[in-house]
């Protein structure tokens, strides 16, 4: 068993930055994948970022301003998300899973979920 606790959500202004973590506890394997995922009001769950040993996968509406990364020693995945914009507003989630996937069921454990706010 896996818990993931983020934290690091707020409101900031378009353009603005903000710095999200998740922290993880229980049996936790070498090999665990990381994702986060985003929810707006009334839309799906979305795939954001993922970082395994393999390397990472972005989706593309945040290609070049997220950036994911994790320090497994410690147990702590970041999502650094630099110009925000409007449409990034939702509540954010990290997942842990087994293998690298941008689909939500895929992944076995979900941290609670931190809301980012970001105000035009």
């Known amino acids: 068993q896996v818990q993931l606790v983020e934290s690091g959500g707020g409101l900031v202004q378009a353009g603005g930055s903000l710095r999200l973590s998740c922290a993880a506890s229980?049996?936790?394997?070498?090999?665990?994948?990381m994702g986060w995922f985003r929810q707006a009001p009334g839309e799906e769950r979305e795939f954001v970022a993922v970082?395994?040993?393999?390397?990472?996968i972005y989706a593309d509406s945040v290609k070049g301003r997220f950036a994911i990364s994790g320090d497994i020693a410690r147990n702590t995945w970041a999502l650094q998300m630099n110009s925000l914009k409007s449409e990034d507003t939702a509540v954010y989630y990290c997942?842990?899973?087994?293998?690298?996937?941008?689909?939500?069921?895929?992944?076995?454990?979900w941290g609670q979920g931190t809301q980012v706010t970001v105000s035009s």
């Open positions: 229980g049996r936790i394997p070498s090999s665990i994948v």
């Open positions: 970082i395994s040993w393999t390397g990472t």
């Open positions: 997942a842990a899973g087994r293998s690298i996937a941008t689909i939500a069921g895929a992944y076995d454990y």
